[in-house]
């Protein structure tokens, strides 16, 4: 039996090249059981004639499909479905009833989520004035898939393929070690640095770890809003303290804490610094009532408009500050790459915690990590970042100002977002449903409180994936909106 041309339609909300779509076609036809074994399928003319493609993009398909034994070749009478080829389930598919279990009654714990509404077509927004995400007109795509290919190389087989159990790539470790956390004022031995997969899970490892249902946390009011997810999870007794102009106060930490997580270089999401008198005065009372301190240092590389101060663990002499470091801002999100660094006992229970979950992050994206940051080119994307967001910075503040909107909070060194505040009275929730239709997108405050009725007239506006020319005209839009 010959397999028709027209039995074969491109998906065309499918990624890739053309030649691996059509490859991905073919693959699953055969894995779904529409093609069997021995059916011939079309000629390479005749399919790139129906699909409208060149009939090179189809041969070179076929021959992929033929090097995984997907189908085989018999000479001048054409391709076929392999004998060998996968094969589909014996059983056939039954549609999922709804059973008899109920849910609310036996889940151990109630995991909740106040992840923010970002769409996943947000590119196609022309006033994405949302935060972390990556900019493709800035990132160096082409040095970061030859560090890809580097990787793969024989030379780096295991760090590819090993299952490592615990350990990390000591290339990127002694990066860290070495030029990242030396530019904070930390100095610490591999044996006091873990890798994580992001910030976020480098914070979950840090409160499962510090934190039982008998301990006591503070926590940033705002604050990250996964934080506060984490910290509930773990049913330890959470207290929420409102920070100021200068960020957590150490005097409105109650007494019996256990473990403090703050944002001193870069509040979030109120951009707020803490000044040095104060963050000395947190170690003192860290050291006095014998609590520790998670330091979340999120977008220290940012810091565009003068030298960020050193990080609060460059200050700590009593081993009581856990750092936590992320490439996710200054490369892009979708790396879920971070590190933890503290003492080398919470760094050994933190490795151990993480190797019953996930062993470590994987070694192929360790190491195209550690060949982008050695070979220099993390550090000409951040000079490049840093004109940009200057750029950026430069006309939203002017912008901002000429149509009379109200800044909640700015970052001293730079950053890449502004906290705004609204008329009070106005929600910033329908006000971002509003602006959507007109294609500008905006982060609500609300997420970012703890109370039950939270603020609802702080807004965040951030300006790393959205091109210059176009923040005048978002934030006039805004404006408009906001009457």
Same mark, same amino acid.
């Given at each position: 039996m010959t397999i028709s041309p027209e039995s074969l339609i491109l998906n065309p909300e499918a990624e890739g090249t053309l030649q691996a779509r059509i490859r991905q076609m073919v693959?699953?036809?055969?894995?779904?059981?529409?093609?069997?074994?021995?059916e011939k399928l079309p000629s390479s003319r005749k399919l790139a004639s129906h699909l409208g493609v060149s009939r090179i993009t189809v041969t070179l398909a076929y021959t992929e499909l033929l090097a995984d034994d997907y189908?085989?070749?018999r000479g001048r009478s054409g391709y076929f479905v392999s004998e060998n080829a996968p094969e589909p389930p014996a059983f056939p598919p039954r549609a999922p009833d709804r059973g008899s279990v109920d849910w609310g009654r036996v889940l151990g714990a109630r995991v909740e989520s106040t992840a923010f509404d970002k769409p996943a077509d947000w590119a196609s927004y022309r006033y994405p004035f949302i935060y972390g995400q990556a900019d493709p007109t800035l990132f160096d795509t082409a040095n970061w898939r030859l560090c890809a290919l580097r990787a793969l190389g024989r030379k780096d087989f295991a760090a590819l393929t090993a299952d490592q159990y615990d350990a990390d790539d000591p290339l990127l470790v002694d990066f860290i070690a070495r030029q990242t956390l030396p530019r904070r004022g930390i100095l610490a031995g591999p044996?006091?640095?873990l890798l994580t997969m992001g910030a976020q899970n480098a914070l979950w490892l840090a409160a499962q770890v510090l934190l039982t249902q008998r301990r006591h946390a503070v926590i940033e009011d705002p604050c990250y809003p996964s934080l506060r997810d984490i910290l509930r999870q773990s049913r330890c007794h959470l207290s929420p303290v409102p920070v100021d102009r200068d960020g957590l106060p150490p005097g409105a930490i109650p007494k019996g804490t256990d473990v403090v997580f703050t944002t001193p270089a870069h509040q979030c999401p109120t951009s707020a610094t803490m000044p040095a008198a104060r963050r000395q005065?947190?170690?003192?009372?860290?050291?006095?009532e014998d609590f520790l301190i998670v330091e979340d240092d999120y977008e220290f590389e940012m810091s565009f408009l003068k030298p960020p101060s050193p990080a609060l663990k460059s200050d700590d002499r009593g081993g009581r500050v856990i750092y936590v470091g992320s490439f996710s801002k200054s490369l892009f999100p979708g790396l879920r790459l971070g590190y933890l660094v503290g003492p080398a006992p919470f760094i050994r229970a933190a490795r151990a915690l993480r190797a019953s979950v996930l062993r470590h992050p994987p070694?192929? /994206?360790?190491?195209?990590?550690?060949?982008? /940051?050695? /070979?220099?080119?993390?550090d000409a994307l951040i000079r490049r970042?840093?004109?940009?967001?200057?750029?950026?910075?430069?006309?939203?503040?002017?912008?901002?100002?000429?149509?009379?909107l109200i800044v909640a909070g700015r970052g001293t060194y730079g950053g890449s977002s502004v906290w705004m505040r609204a008329p009070e009275g106005l929600d910033t929730g329908a006000l971002a449903a509003r602006l959507r239709a007109e294609s500008v997108l905006i982060e609500p405050g609300a997420a970012f409180f703890a109370a039950a009725d939270p603020p609802r007239h702080f807004y965040r506006l951030a300006y790393s994936s959205i091109p210059g020319p176009r923040i005048t005209e978002g934030i006039a839009l805004i404006a408009r909106a906001l009457g």
């Amino acid at each position: 039996m010959t397999i028709s041309p027209e039995s074969l339609i491109l998906n065309p909300e499918a990624e890739g090249t053309l030649q691996a779509r059509i490859r991905q076609m073919v693959a699953e036809g055969i894995l779904s059981g529409r093609f069997r074994p021995g059916e011939k399928l079309p000629s390479s003319r005749k399919l790139a004639s129906h699909l409208g493609v060149s009939r090179i993009t189809v041969t070179l398909a076929y021959t992929e499909l033929l090097a995984d034994d997907y189908i085989s070749s018999r000479g001048r009478s054409g391709y076929f479905v392999s004998e060998n080829a996968p094969e589909p389930p014996a059983f056939p598919p039954r549609a999922p009833d709804r059973g008899s279990v109920d849910w609310g009654r036996v889940l151990g714990a109630r995991v909740e989520s106040t992840a923010f509404d970002k769409p996943a077509d947000w590119a196609s927004y022309r006033y994405p004035f949302i935060y972390g995400q990556a900019d493709p007109t800035l990132f160096d795509t082409a040095n970061w898939r030859l560090c890809a290919l580097r990787a793969l190389g024989r030379k780096d087989f295991a760090a590819l393929t090993a299952d490592q159990y615990d350990a990390d790539d000591p290339l990127l470790v002694d990066f860290i070690a070495r030029q990242t956390l030396p530019r904070r004022g930390i100095l610490a031995g591999p044996d006091e640095i873990l890798l994580t997969m992001g910030a976020q899970n480098a914070l979950w490892l840090a409160a499962q770890v510090l934190l039982t249902q008998r301990r006591h946390a503070v926590i940033e009011d705002p604050c990250y809003p996964s934080l506060r997810d984490i910290l509930r999870q773990s049913r330890c007794h959470l207290s929420p303290v409102p920070v100021d102009r200068d960020g957590l106060p150490p005097g409105a930490i109650p007494k019996g804490t256990d473990v403090v997580f703050t944002t001193p270089a870069h509040q979030c999401p109120t951009s707020a610094t803490m000044p040095a008198a104060r963050r000395q005065t947190l170690l003192d009372k860290a050291e006095a009532e014998d609590f520790l301190i998670v330091e979340d240092d999120y977008e220290f590389e940012m810091s565009f408009l003068k030298p960020p101060s050193p990080a609060l663990k460059s200050d700590d002499r009593g081993g009581r500050v856990i750092y936590v470091g992320s490439f996710s801002k200054s490369l892009f999100p979708g790396l879920r790459l971070g590190y933890l660094v503290g003492p080398a006992p919470f760094i050994r229970a933190a490795r151990a915690l993480r190797a019953s979950v996930l062993r470590h992050p994987p070694g192929h /994206l360790q190491r195209t990590a550690a060949y982008f /940051l050695s /070979l220099g080119h993390y550090d000409a994307l951040i000079r490049r970042m840093h004109r940009a967001y200057h750029d950026r910075r430069r006309i939203m503040d002017r912008a901002i100002a000429e149509h009379g909107l109200i800044v909640a909070g700015r970052g001293t060194y730079g950053g890449s977002s502004v906290w705004m505040r609204a008329p009070e009275g106005l929600d910033t929730g329908a006000l971002a449903a509003r602006l959507r239709a007109e294609s500008v997108l905006i982060e609500p405050g609300a997420a970012f409180f703890a109370a039950a009725d939270p603020p609802r007239h702080f807004y965040r506006l951030a300006y790393s994936s959205i091109p210059g020319p176009r923040i005048t005209e978002g934030i006039a839009l805004i404006a408009r909106a906001l009457g």
